[in-house]
Nanobody, 123 residues
Framework: QVQLVESGGGLVQTGGSLRLSCAVS????????MGWFRQAPGKEREFVAR????????YYADSVKGRFSISRDNAKNTVYLQMNSLIPEDTAVYYC????????????????WGQGTQVTVSS
């Protein structure tokens, strides 16, 4: 089993920044791709960014490209999501997810999930 614990959410004004963390424990060797997703009230869960443990290859949703940055610390088994230039549309619960295959932007293809952390951007 793999456990994911997110932290770092909160309330921030438009234009502000937050850094989310996702601590991974358990059978970490079985995970190849780490992703961040978000879900706003009344909306479906959507892909935000992903990174591979091995080469650090990244991929972003168009809506966050240039503003968000995903990174990983292999020694700490932790993945980060640096969010800059936040806008009210970024308000959502942010989830960390792990996948036992390379790549993927579909939530249903991820095998493990954290409990989520709330990010609220005020206007």
């Amino acid at each position: 089993q793999v456990q994911l614990v997110e932290s770092g959410g909160g309330l921030v004004q438009t234009g502000g920044s937050l850094r989310l963390s996702c601590a991974v424990s358990g059978r970490t060797g079985s995970t190849y791709t780490m992703g961040w997703f978000r879900q706003a009230p009344g909306k479906e869960r959507e892909f935000v960014a992903r990174i591979t443990w091995s080469f650090g290859s990244t991929y972003y949703a168009d809506s966050v490209k240039g503003r968000f940055s995903i990174s990983r610390d292999n020694a700490k088994n932790t993945v980060y999501l640096q969010m800059n230039s936040l806008i009210p549309e970024d308000t959502a619960v942010y989830y960390c997810a792990a996948r036992t295959q390379i790549g993927g932007t579909v939530a249903a293809s991820y095998d493990y999930w954290g409990q989520g952390t709330q990010v609220t951007v005020s206007s």
